[in-house]
């Protein structure tokens, strides 16, 4: 039966250890497995056709925004990373450097991109010449490696794929506007294909990116309480410009530094994914990005014309632009059900002869472990309306989720008991440096973002007049 535990018995429990939960999913779902190089990641088909999916969302808003895609190479010269001093102090634990090629030892080291905003920055200098130049704006999806000590798929690897923009800009407001709006682009992404609601805000000094003047913060809760920083948008002021000789002739004829930005999201999604709507029972996607919408599975199969309809359905589906998948192995309806409900396949169709002959379909929702039944005609219009309602309802149910798991603290006990309770804990900060750090050594919580529109009379920390409310979180 599809409720038989005996079927996940393999997978730890949600609830007593996460962690385990976590791994058991992605390795048994066949999403990814270890690489041979220690904190690497294979991702198998199942895994990145996430990722393409993810991929094909994105970049369709970001040519509506009027981006372009084009390629950088990986290789870095070091003396480029060493040009912004906040660049390279806040990379320099992480990258990884070839020193040697071809047999020889390399007159100048070259470290494997961490992140781009360097070699980028240095061509766009060869490229931007007058104010007619600009934007530009230029998206690139490539891999990134950052020699991570503690790794998790997804989540922290060595090595790890993701899009990241570029973007030039003739004046600081112009530059603010596109870090602002990327951002916006994200959310409007991570909740409508990932059915994800996310918290965006301004980060924190401390918690911006290396050589930012400003970093914007999109925010996931996960299923265990902990914040998962899922996308990041930068305005990086003139930093790069002046950096690596950014300049263009502007229309009253002075020569002038231009403002850049970058805003990046990753495969770390796909765990987003995992971890926000996943259940003892494994993976629970969204239809919009799971590589399999509806799995079609035969009941009686061999009985006459039961595979036949099965075929036929599946047919009419994928007419209509459905992911399907008709499951048509020796395996029994149970073990089959149980497999596809572990590898989070939102909709299941049911058909065998007595559905045939009454002329519908069983279903079963994968989000609410719901069953029901459709008419087989006018099927397709019937389940793409049903995928519809499924993405709406599991952005609903997390967002509600979250919403319950929002508190408020007006001490440090408070923000202590809000996030060992897995909460989102809200708290007013001075701004004082050692009041942000002081929280994170006592209660392991750091500032995730700055709550917009809210104020708080009092630090939670030292008492005094609060100059903002921010919102702290255990965070992976």
């Known amino acids: 039966m599809a409720n038989d535990s005996r079927f996940v018995n ?49 970049d369709r808003r970001f040519r509506a925004t009027g981006h372009e895609n084009a390629y950088f190479p990986m290789l870095i010269p070091m003396s480029f990373l060493s040009k912004e001093k906040e660049h390279v ?60 000590k503690t790794t998790r798929p997804f989540l922290r690897t060595s090595e790890f794929l993701w899009q990241e923009g570029h973007t030039v800009h003739a004046t600081e407001e112009e530059a603010e506007e596109e870090t602002k709006k990327m ?25 911006k990116f290396a050589g930012a003047v400003a970093t914007y913060g999109m925010e996931a809760m996960m299923h265990d309480g902990k914040s998962l920083q899922a996308g990041t948008s930068h305005y990086l002021g003139q ?9 263009f002739l ?11 930005t970058s805003w990046g999201v990753s495969t770390r999604l796909i765990g987003a994914i995992i971890m926000a709507h996943g259940d003892q029972r494994g993976l629970a996607l969204p239809p919009v990005v799971a590589p399999v919408q509806v799995v079609i599975v035969p009941i009686a199969a061999k009985k006459a014309g039961v595979t036949e309809k099965c075929v036929q359905v599946k047919q009419l589906l994928e007419e209509a632009g459905i992911r399907v998948k008709l499951d048509d192995s020796d395996n029994s309806p149970g073990w089959k059900f149980n497999e596809w409900e572990m590898k989070g396949v939102p909709l299941r169709i049911e ?45 609903d149910a997390a967002r509600e989720r979250r919403d319950k798991r929002i ?56 008492g005094k007049p609060a100059k903002h409310m921010v919102i702290f979180a255990r965070a992976y």
């Open 239 to 247: 930093n790069f410009a002046k950096a690596f000789d950014i300049k």
């Open 10 to 58: 393999q997978i730890a429990d949600i609830e007593s250890d996460f962690p385990q939960w976590y791994t058991d999913v992605v390795l048994k779902t066949k999403l990814v497995d270890y690489g041979p190089v220690k904190g690497t990641m294979v991702i198998r088909p199942y895994g990145y056709a996430i990722w393409e999916n993810i991929q094909r969302e994105l």
């Open 407 to 462: 508190v408020y603290a007006s001490d440090m006990a408070g923000i202590l008991k809000g996030v060992e309770g897995g909460n989102f804990v809200k708290a007013g900060w001075c701004g004082c440096r050692e009041c942000e750090d002081r929280i994170k050594a006592e209660t392991a919580a750091t500032a995730r973002v700055y709550a917009e529109g809210e104020t708080a009379e009092k630090c939670a920390v030292c």
């Open 89 to 148: 102090e806040g990379f320099a634990p992480e990258v990884a450097v070839v020193t040697h090629a071809g047999g020889e030892e390399l007159a100048e080291p070259l470290v494997v991109r961490p992140t781009s905003e360097t070699i980028i920055g240095n061509m766009y200098s060869k490229w931007l010449q007058s104010y007619r130049d600009l934007p530009i704006l230029i998206n690139q999806w490539a891999n990134v490696m950052r020699w991570e």
């Open 250 to 260: 502007d229309k009253d004829g002075a020569l002038k530094y231009a403002y850049t």
């Open 351 to 395: 058909l065998g002869p007595r559905d045939i002959e009454a002329g519908k379909a069983m279903t079963f929702r994968r989000d609410k472990l719901e069953k029901g039944e459709l008419p087989l005609e006018g099927l397709a219009d019937s389940v793409k309306q049903l995928l519809d309602t499924i993405q709406k309802d599991m952005l």
């Open 183 to 207: 951002l916006g682009v994200y959310k409007e992404f991570a909740e409508n294909c990932l059915a994800i609601p996310v918290i965006t805000g301004k980060k924190t000094e401390k918690e």
